[in-house]
């Protein structure tokens, strides 16, 4: 495909660098030169310095034959225009963009991003898919890293294991052979920063940080037997009154009757703005570092503290002193990557990645085949893919171990009509299976290669 990308930010950067190792024609514009400077030097993708909201910029990048642009720079506004001037001069069949600001996306207006008004083919606005996130993990506490797919009947979870999970040291095998009752399967380890995809012979150890596919009936029962028996969360408090700490308290609110928020906002006009709005949150004008404040919010009983200023700095030390005073839980908003190894000796329970999230969310709608959904784990280094096996498959009728499945991949679980199942060697794949697997970034053109089919190639 050919790609068009506006804005270098971090976001851009990820997105032309996952993009371009999958081979596909990726043009970044940006009128930063250090910021274009820095990807000449990293990637092998082409780049234009200039506005690309701008008609004779866009027709340099060759938007007359590109198959989609994506706009994600600083603005929402320049996005927007980006979008327009796409659609109208150079009639680009998919137009992506990121909307942060929730101006643009009460359901009031969503007649806004339409053909005939402002032409957005997918919108993605990372601080609502960061709070639904978020939501997840407060409702399941025991798990770091929560997705849903096949209509919400599988679940990937990933989950640290602790002192408390009481069978570390045997094989995957055994533990399969001991709860035959749950439909579960182990698809990746991350042991010391090495991410593994085990066999049923490796086995589970402290401190892995491990990832499960399975039925999410089940989701319940998997933590209770990795030791996770924690309750969900009911006492919050939210550092933040931005996009994102806002939404998280709305969401909140709408849906838990049972649920005390305190939000906890530096800034004086947005922490009123924040309780005009908000119908039960209690929402205190202060710095959220302040130890003394914090105890006035209830950190000591509190069951989760989420940090979600646009300082990476003061998340990681309110997170810190918030565990240190007593919250159960600790979810942490990083814009920065280079401290992801910092979570494990900071005993922060889950770090929120916005980068992550919107690039995952592009992603998504840019798989070839029959490749229904799919999240971006680890920079890239990690997919978990929903496919369909569609008419002409090569899967069709072969058996897993006959379908010759590379070793960066593993199935995990399978959709079939109403029923999920935990693949093994021998389960034979059949036409509509959806199949929720693990790959690993080198594997993910052999995914596409046992999906496709015969309209499938460009």
Request: negative net charge.
């Amino acid at each position: 495909m050919k790609i068009l990308i506006c804005g270098a930010g971090q976001v851009g950067y990820g997105i032309a660098e996952q993009l371009s190792i999958q081979k596909n024609d990726v043009t970044v514009i940006d009128n930063y030169a250090d910021l274009i400077e820095n990807i000449n030097k990293s990637l092998d993708v082409r780049t234009i310095k200039g506005n690309g909201s701008y008609p004779d910029v866009l027709d340099e990048a060759g938007a007359g034959d590109a198959d989609v642009i994506i706009a994600v720079t600083q603005f929402d506004e320049v996005n927007m225009v980006i979008c327009h001037i796409a659609h109208i001069l150079f009639n680009i069949p998919t137009k992506i963009a990121r909307i942060r600001s929730n101006n643009f996306l009460n359901p009031e207006y969503e007649n806004l991003f339409t053909t005939d008004n402002i032409p957005i083919d997918v919108l993605i606005s990372p601080e609502r898919e960061i709070g639904e996130s978020i939501l997840k993990n407060l409702a399941l506490p025991g798990a770091f890293e929560i997705l849903e797919f096949a209509d919400k009947r599988i679940s990937l979870l990933g989950v640290n294991i602790g002192e408390s999970f009481d069978l570390v040291n045997q094989s995957l095998g055994s533990l399969t052979k001991q709860f035959p009752e749950v439909t579960c399967t182990v698809v990746g380890i991350n042991r010391d920063g090495e991410i593994i995809v085990p066999t049923q012979k490796d086995v589970i150890r402290l401190n892995d940080k491990i990832y499960l596919i399975c039925d999410s009936e089940h989701v319940k029962r998997v933590l209770t037997i990795l030791g996770h028996r924690e309750t969900e969360a009911h006492n919050i408090i939210i550092a933040g009154a931005g996009n994102v700490g806002s939404y998280l308290a709305k969401s909140l609110e709408s849906s838990n009757s049972n649920i005390n928020i305190k939000i906890i906002e530096l800034n004086k006009d947005i922490a009123q703005k924040a309780a005009t709005e908000l119908g039960k949150s209690i929402v205190l004008n202060g710095n959220v570092l302040d130890k003394n404040l914090l105890e006035q919010a209830g950190i000591t009983r509190s069951d989760a503290f989420v940090a979600l200023t646009n300082n990476d700095n003061v998340n990681l030390i309110s997170s810190v002193i918030a565990k240190e005073m007593g919250s159960k839980q600790t979810l942490t908003l990083l814009t920065d990557n280079n401290y992801n190894d910092l979570q494990s000796k900071l005993e922060i329970d889950t770090f929120i990645n916005p980068r992550a999230s919107t690039i995952s969310s592009i992603l998504r709608y840019l798989r070839r085949g029959r490749i229904r959904d799919a999240h971006s784990l680890y920079n890239g280094e990690i997919e978990v893919l929903e496919t369909e096996v569609v008419d002409a498959s090569p899967l069709i009728g072969k058996t897993i171990k006959e379908a010759d499945i590379p070793d960066g991949l593993r199935f995990g679980a399978i959709l079939r009509k109403e029923s999920v199942i935990r693949p093994d060697g021998d389960t034979r794949i059949e036409l509509h299976d959806r199949i929720v697997l693990f790959s690993l970034a080198d594997s993910i053109h052999d995914v596409e290669h046992l999906f496709r089919t015969s309209q499938d190639y460009y």
